[in-house]
């Protein structure tokens, strides 16, 4: 693996309760595989601090909040933001740019074109390309895969590129959250969806730009 250049993952979603934390946490470990990694919890809830804290060593990265970034950051190589909620506009724009990729996470009943739309029109005005965001569809199970792949469309029409390898809905990712670990170490089921995000980042580090990773 190389491991030459920093990698920026960030996440965001118009509304909450959409996969954000459990995707940075997920995430931040396997970037963890490539360089010292720190999670940077932008959002008010701090949900991201609170897993870490109930975790402590169990978790192979860093966790903090925008003021301790500041110094941590020195002394990581990777980093992942747990973007605040609801960021519109401006806020959509900046974590973009600061972004190798922009990570929304989507659950399919209730994620609306409406909101996908925003995003991408933020975007757009720095990036007609749309070239770093990736939406990604979680908590996917057998009843709304039609449905999921129905949205897939509908989203790559309005050129929000779509990450192929969705994440499962287990309760084994709420097991892991009570308990600050990660899937990976919650069960069988648990196991399949850490499987879910090793895929998710293969596909993110081929969507980073050359250099990063
Ligand atoms: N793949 C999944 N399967 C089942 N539950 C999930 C999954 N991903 C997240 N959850 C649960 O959904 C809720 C919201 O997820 P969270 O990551 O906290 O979203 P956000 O940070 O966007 O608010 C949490 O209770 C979390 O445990
Ligand atoms: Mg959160």
């Not at 301790?68 to 973009?96: M, P």
Request: proline share 2%; hydrophobic share 40%.
């Amino acid at each position: 693996m190389c491991h030459n250049e920093l990698m920026v993952i960030s996440l965001t979603s118009k509304k909450g309760g959409c996969g954000k934390t459990t995707s940075a946490i997920h995430l931040s470990a396997l970037l963890a595989r490539h360089g010292k990694t720190l999670l940077i919890d932008m959002d008010d809830a701090k949900h991201s601090i609170s897993w870490k804290a109930r975790g402590g060593e169990q978790l192979p990265f860093t966790v903090t909040d925008y003021g301790g970034s500041l110094r941590l950051a020195r002394s990581h190589e990777h980093f992942v933001i747990d973007q605040k909620g609801g960021l519109t506009g401006d806020g959509i724009i900046d974590a973009y740019n600061d972004a190798d990729v922009l990570v929304v996470p989507a659950i399919v009943e209730m994620m609306t074109l409406e909101s996908m739309l925003q995003t991408a029109d933020a975007i757009k005005t720095v990036d007609p390309t749309l070239a770093k965001l990736r939406a990604l569809f979680v908590q996917t199970t057998p009843h709304n895969k039609r449905l999921v792949e129905e949205a897939r469309r509908e989203i790559e029409e309005l050129g929000v590129k779509t990450i192929r390898q969705t994440v499962r809905h287990t309760e084994d990712f709420k097991h892991a959250v009570n308990s600050g670990k990660l899937a990976s170490n919650m069960g069988k089921y648990g196991r399949l969806g850490w499987y879910d995000y090793e895929r998710v980042f293969d596909e993110l580090r081929l969507a980073a730009p050359a250099g990063a990773l």
